[in-house]
């Protein structure tokens, strides 16, 4: 089993910058594959990166790409999201979330393809 938190989440006008940290503790290894995800009130769940775990190979939801970059820290067995140019649009509770799987270069973004998930932590972007 993994525990994730969150953390870093808050109030932010556009255009700034927030960054989102998920501890992990528990079973950590080399093997997983995260993902992170927001839901905006009203809407469904929805991906917005994800990091293979050969190679680091990181995706990003077409919304995001340029602005969001996400990041692991083996040493603190902890992955970020660091996230600039913010919009209202990026307005969420945030989640980070893993499962295990065999060595692969790809990621998923589909929520039903993980298997751990923190509690969440809310952004906010609003002047």
């Known amino acids: 089993q993994v525990q994730l938190v969150e953390s870093g989440g808050g109030l932010v006008q556009p255009g700034g910058s927030l960054r989102l940290s998920c501890a992990a503790s528990?079973?950590?290894?080399?093997?997983?594959?995260m993902g992170w995800f927001r839901q905006a009130p009203g809407k469904e769940r929805e991906g917005v990166s994800c990091?293979?775990?050969?190679?680091?190979?990181?995706d990003y939801a077409d919304s995001v790409k340029g602005r969001f970059t996400m990041s692991r820290s083996y040493t603190e067995n902890t992955i970020y999201l660091q996230m600039n140019d913010l919009k209202p649009e990026d307005t969420a509770v945030y989640y980070c979330?893993?499962?295990?799987?065999?060595?692969?270069?790809?990621?998923?973004?589909?929520?039903?393809?993980?298997?751990?998930w923190g509690q969440g932590t809310q952004v906010t972007v609003s002047s």
């Open positions: 528990g079973r950590t290894d080399s093997t997983f594959v």
């Open positions: 979330a893993v499962t295990w799987a065999p060595p692969q270069t790809m990621c998923s973004m589909q929520s039903s393809d993980y298997d751990h």
């Open positions: 990091m293979s775990n050969i190679g680091h190979s990181t």
